[in-house]
């Protein structure tokens, strides 16, 4: 079983569409994360929510919107795509206790054109 | 969180050992090491982590300084698939909130 699955694993689609990304966590963890990597390799922080709750917001713009329905699901929702959001959004998820290990998903490559 | 200084490539030969290096000279008392790594097209996985002693898993070995401002880790007898970019992260154990902050990482090349 996949401890964290992301659909879909690939995306394209034209600018000024509206796309979500969905992640799904099977482990028993409370916090979940996205971030992204863009074509530079360089791995951000997006989100994080606990138990359902937002509680890392980095500077993103607020076409980004993620929705946590139970602490085993987090989606990310994308208003008006543009050209710059093309990039690889990775899904994780954590305990909230103990060593913080991060459980990576596979990845979503989001191609907008 | 603390800042990490890391080479950006490094290459090895098949089943000889791989020494990976990271400064952390601004390194607190309670920020532990952690090392993931990302294979091609995949996302990242956990490695190892520590906060003062050496410490060994089933992946790697992880030895850290006597002063913590540098740790290195060891990958015993590398494999073509331990070909992957490297992170050294610290991450502070205060608070719930585990934002973890990767840097650009070594790019590990391991030749047959």
């Known amino acids: 079983d996949t401890a964290v699955s992301q659909t879909p694993k690939y995306l394209v689609t034209q600018m000024g569409n509206d796309k979500s990304i969905k992640c799904e966590q099977n482990?028993?963890?409370?916090?979940m994360y996205w971030y992204k990597q863009d074509s530079k390799k360089f791995l951000k922080i997006m989100f994080s929510?606990?138990?359902?709750?937002?509680?890392i917001n980095e500077t993103v713009p607020n076409r980004f919107s993620p929705k946590s329905p139970d602490k085993a699901h987090l989606n990310l929702h994308i208003n008006s795509l543009e050209l710059g959001d093309s990039a690889v959004y990775f899904c994780?998820?954590?305990?909230?206790?103990?060593?913080?290990?991060?459980?990576f998903g596979e990845g979503s490559r989001l191609t907008v054109l | 969180d603390a800042k990490t200084t890391q080479p950006n490539s490094m290459e090895s030969n098949e089943e000889e050992p791989v020494h990976l290096p990271c400064n952390h000279s601004?390194?607190?008392?309670?920020?532990?090491i952690h090392w993931y790594r990302q294979l091609p097209s995949q996302g990242p996985e956990y490695v190892i982590h520590?906060?003062?002693s050496n410490v060994n898993n089933r992946m790697a070995s992880l030895a850290i300084a006597e002063d913590r401002k540098s740790s290195t880790l060891i990958l015993h007898r590398a494999t073509l698939r331990d070909a992957a970019v490297y992170y050294c992260?610290?991450?502070?154990?205060?608070?719930?909130?585990?934002?973890?902050?990767f840097g650009k990482g070594t790019l590990l090349t391991v030749n047959p």
């Open positions: 994780a998820s954590s305990r909230t206790t103990g060593t913080g290990e991060l459980f």
């Open positions: 482990l028993g963890h409370d916090t």
């Open positions: 929510y606990n138990n359902k709750e937002l509680i």
């Open positions: 601004t390194i607190s008392g309670t920020d532990y």
């Open positions: 520590g906060l003062t």
């Open positions: 992260i610290l991450r502070n154990s205060g608070g719930s909130n585990y934002k973890l902050t």
